[in-house]
């Protein structure tokens, strides 16, 4: 079991949608930030890593379980554990709770630490995993598998400045806001997540023009982020009626 790091939120109104719901990218960038305090409480900071080691952590995969989402003014609880890694792969949950300590999302990520130089995978550096006392396991932690979307709705987008991260690259909630912005205002407003399955594929860079891709299926929705002909990320979501 590794360490647990917790820190109180409330959920301001320009992070709250059209039903008072925090919007989910807003709520994945808040995670990130939650671990990077974390690494920063253990002496282990994204600082740290790329002067020491010329590195930075990437999210390649997102499990997220949602009973239901934080609202607006709300002040709910999230809590991060580093739970496990193996030579490539690091494994972060997140549990929020509302004031009751009852568990209302799960965020299951999956990192990799990556040149930031060549921008290629690098292996796990054991100086920088131990100080988050996690186990270390052999196995690979798979996510569903996703196939190719045929004959999809297609949205074009282009990548701006504001779009990017400290990383140079696009900031891992864009994406997820790409995808739902391709559904209509009736399906959201009357909708919420309640599976979300998300892989990063190809990072995107300054600049590209992607497209956002959509096929849909009673209430699972398929999307994929794609530029220059490759996927750069794909997701399954699965929704509820409010």
Known sequence: MGIIYREPYQVPFYESDINHNMKLPQLLALALQISGQHSISLGMSNEVI???????WIVTDYSIEI????????TVIIETEATAYNKLFCYRDFNIYDE????????????VLMDYETRKVHPVEEEIVKVYE????RKMIRGPRYHELENPQSTPYHVRFYDLDMNGHVNNSKYLEWMFDVLDFDFLSQHTPEKIDLK???????????????????????????SDGLINAQAIVTWKKK
């Open 50 to 56: 790329f002067n020491r080691f010329g590195l930075v």
């Open 67 to 74: 009973e239901r989402l934080p609202r607006y003014a709300e």
């Open 100 to 111: 009751n300590e009852h568990k209302i999302m799960t965020i299951h990520s999956t990192f």
């Open 200 to 226: 990063y594929v190809k990072e995107v860079h300054n600049g590209t023009d992607i497209e956002s891709r959509l096929t849909q299926e009673d209430l699972t929705t398929y999307h994929e982020i794609a």
């Open 134 to 137: 996690s186990e270390k396991i």
